[in-house]
């Protein structure tokens, strides 16, 4: 076929695919030498575009050439709302690769559905809700108990309890996936406006106690029913970041738990405020938290002084690969793959083809690995 054939599309259709990714036409052109009076051109319907052209638009934005030929754009659901702590003239605008992850999690999670379905294990629903005029830490207790999660103290491995804790939170009827997410400073994001309740978690570049942090920060979210994308600062202006902060703190160290630990009651008798880094890590391998976070809840329970956890805070974040993940050293797709969809997807997308409820071309769009690296995907899902 020619590639310069004009092909009749509807103009809206070329808009929506554009906006879809929060391009503007100066940087759409940029990107795909696509000059400023053409583009507007295809965009008012003016002018058709060519195949080739509709390639160039499709690599671009990451739609489909199907998708682009659609009589009418497609209603997508918007973007979570925005609460990082950064300038308000900043809030809303993401990087493609954030809006690429969102969209990424929703595909991933009407996977997951159709899984369960073929299975008949649909999910459960997700129906635990507060309000921000709660107790955050009450809230907290309750799903402790409920989801029993003293029984994950014994990990010791925190990557395996990370493991444990999605787990225990994709049995309340909730999609978790750790995703690529290297802009906007984004650590996680909720979901609340999809056939389940969807948590991402940023996959790379993050410790596991940070990762587990997320998780629970992103569940207060859900159980308030505010899905958000966020960067879980620690002084967010927000009252409800501020909320789910609280939450997620209460979820992983118990307030009544820290105060009766044995190093806490020493510090406590001695009078002394200021922690030793030895006694802190001690503490966080207990909960499955890094230090700041257990300096943190010392701080809120008055037993160390704000310049003293300021100044750690300050310290230990300038250091290099503090609480940081180290490089990984390159791509190995089977892992990802696990990592990114859970064991709870993978597990099930190897069961549904071991029963025959799907074929081996289907298995390989489930976990999204070409069909080479199956074997080494079941391999690392058995070890």
């Known amino acids: 076929m ?12 070329l808009v929506w695919a554009r906006e879809s990714l929060a391009l503007n036409r100066t940087q759409t052109s940029e990107t795909t030498g696509i000059s400023p009076k053409r583009l507007v051109q295809l965009e008012t319907g003016e002018k058709q575009p060519t195949l080739e ?98 029984e994950i103290r014994e990990i010791e491995d925190v990557k395996l309890a990370l493991e444990a804790y999605i787990e225990k939170v994709e049995s309340l009827g909730i999609a978790v996936f750790q995703l690529s997410l290297t802009q906007d400073n984004v650590r996680g ?93 001690e503490l966080g391998k207990y909960f499955h938290v890094g230090p700041l976070a257990i300096l943190r809840r010392l701080f809120e329970q008055k037993l160390t002084t704000k310049n003293f956890y300021q100044e750690k805070h300050a310290q230990w974040n300038k250091s290099k690969g503090f609480g940081r993940a180290k490089d990984p050293k390159g791509r190995e797709l089977h892992k990802e793959a696990l990592t990114e969809k859970g064991r709870t997807y993978v597990s099930l997308a190897f069961k549904a083809y071991d029963q025959n409820r799907i074929n081996l071309k289907d298995l390989s769009d489930f976990l999204g690995v070409k069909l ?8 690392l899902l058995n070890a």
């Open 189 to 281: 994001f909720a979901i609340v406006d999809d056939l389940v309740p969807i948590i991402g978690i940023k996959r790379g570049g993050e410790q596991a106690h940070s990762k587990t942090f997320t998780l629970f920060h992103e569940l207060g979210h859900i159980i308030l029913n505010e899905g958000a994308i966020t960067d879980l600062s620690l002084n967010p202006g927000w009252e409800l970041e501020r909320w789910c902060n609280a939450f997620s703190a209460e979820v992983l160290v118990p307030t009544s738990d820290l105060l009766n630990m044995a190093i806490v009651l020493d510090y406590q008798r001695k009078g002394e405020s200021e922690w030793k880094l030895k006694d802190l890590v």
């Open 372 to 379: 080479s690296y199956i074997p080494k995907t079941r391999q």
């Open 2 to 13: 020619n590639d310069n054939i004009h092909i009749n599309v509807n103009h809206e259709v």
């Open 53 to 150: 052209e509709l390639k160039v638009f499709s690599k671009t934005y990451k739609r489909t050439i199907a998708t682009l030929l659609l009589n009418t754009p497609p209603k997508e659901k918007p973007l979570p709302k925005d609460r990082r702590t950064i300038d308000s003239k900043e809030l809303g605008h993401f990087h493609e690769k954030t809006i690429m992850a969102v969209r990424k999690a929703r595909a991933l999670a009407h996977s997951f559905v159709e899984l369960r379905e073929e299975m008949g294990m649909p999910f459960p629903k997700f129906s635990i809700s507060a309000t921000l005029q709660e107790n955050p830490r009450e809230i907290a207790q309750k799903i402790r108990q409920h989801l029993q999660l003293n």
